[in-house]
């Protein structure tokens, strides 16, 4: 803690409170001590898990929706595909693993701003090139050389045709925290240091009309999420994606006002170790800060194509004739099980989790389609 208030006091020194989106970026992605600039990530052993984390069947998945797209843009080479929040490549490995139909046009950049995670990224992974600022990206994307081919990054390419896909990354984008007294009249939770440990204080704020009008639909006194980071991200990606889709997939709820319904922000969450991580301004960057995403605020500037479940969507691309495969190909070398007959097994129990009621299952998957064709 000591160094984690040095490094606060360098950042901030001067400011009478922060926003909890301050607060929230400094404790998460501050290059010295914050939780992803250190050990935190997703995985079964790390800190939080997340659908490409339950196994390669999420990966496989989404390898034939990138087909179908694919083949909607009349294949084209080179086929961009853009992960954001990439974190250790697992999503990555998964997608290579499946073979997918674009793999000789795929340029697939891990964009991912921890460095310790994109160190990870070369584990595993046939067809790495290393990491790519701004130039480079635009260059590799160029290069007519066969894929599948996969370089990390900092950065999102300018401009190109393709896929970004964003697997809870919104949850993590920096929010702020706000709530009305029934007469339009808004107040924030700021963030004060005192006394070596951090405070919440409201304090009056502005909102934009649209989004005070959104809010305004929630009982008055709760406090709720401002997901403005969220919004302006989607608004900016939608930006740089000539033809192809965005593909957001969270946790959340459609309207802003549901949220409202979890007393004590209940939609406010902290995980470490894969467990619960309690108060989020308890020592910062020790843990995962996260919301459930408010997708009405993040659509209020693009309606998005497809707004659906992760199980209604992963069940549209066949998991279920992935599962029944799997079981298949398992009986079959039961007696002397392969490495293959193995995974196919294990797409029961990844299937399981993936569509679970009340957990992945519920997950939101939105796509946008972007492009001259739409």
């Known amino acids: 803690m000591p160094m984690v208030i040095e490094r606060f006091q360098q950042r901030f020194a001067g400011a009478p409170s922060l926003s909890f989106a301050q607060f929230m ?34 990966g496989a998945l ?19 595909v853009v992960e954001v929040g990439a974190g250790p490549g697992t999503l990555a490995r998964s997608i290579a693993l499946a073979a997918p139909e674009c793999a000789a046009a795929l340029r697939y950049v891990m964009t991912e701003i921890s460095a310790p995670q994109r160190a990870l990224h070369a584990d595993h992974l046939v067809g790495y090139e290393g990491e790519a600022d701004e130039f480079h ?4 994307i160029a290069s ?8 990390s990054s900092e950065y999102l390419p300018a401009a190109f045709t393709g896929v970004v896909i964003a697997n809870e990354l919104l949850d993590n984008l920096p929010f702020d925290i706000v709530r009305h007294d029934g007469n339009s009249n808004f107040e924030r939770l700021d963030v004060e240091f005192c006394d070596e440990s951090f405070e919440f204080t409201p304090r009056p704020v502005d909102l934009p009309p649209e989004v005070s009008a959104l809010l305004a639909a929630s009982p008055a006194g709760e406090w709720l999420p401002w997901q403005h980071a969220a919004r302006l991200w989607v608004n900016a990606t939608i930006g ?36 619960r991580g309690g108060h989020p301004l308890d020592e910062p960057g020790s843990r995962d800060i996260t919301t459930d995403v408010a997708f009405d605020q993040i659509t209020l500037d693009h309606q998005p194509s497809t707004l659906t479940t992760q199980a209604e ?62």
Request: proline share 4%.
């Open 25 to 58: 970026e400094f404790a998460l992605y501050d290059e010295a001590v914050g939780f992803y600039s250190g050990t935190g990530q997703a995985g079964r052993r790390a800190d939080f898990l997340t659908s490409p984390e339950v196994g390669p069947l999420f």
């Open 313 to 374: 969507w992963l069940q549209g691309l066949g998991i279920d004739e992935l599962v029944e495969e799997g079981r298949r190909l398992w009986k079959e070398k039961a007696s002397a099980p392969d490495v293959g007959a193995l995974r196919a097994r294990s797409r029961i129990r990844e299937a399981e989790a993936l569509l679970e009621s009340g957990g992945l299952g519920d997950f939101l998957w939105l796509e946008w389609r972007v492009g001259a064709g739409i």
């Open 62 to 80: 989404l390898a034939r929706r990138l087909d179908q797209l694919w083949n909607e843009l009349d294949c084209p080479d080179p086929f961009v």
């Open 144 to 151: 007519g050389e066969s894929g599948p081919r996969f370089v």
């Open 240 to 275: 740089r994606i000539t033809d192809g889709s965005l593909i957001v997939i969270d946790y959340g709820e459609t309207k802003t006002s549901v949220l409202a319904e979890r007393q004590q922000m209940g939609w406010l969450r902290t995980f470490v170790g894969n467990e």
């Open 137 to 140: 990206l635009a260059q590799f």
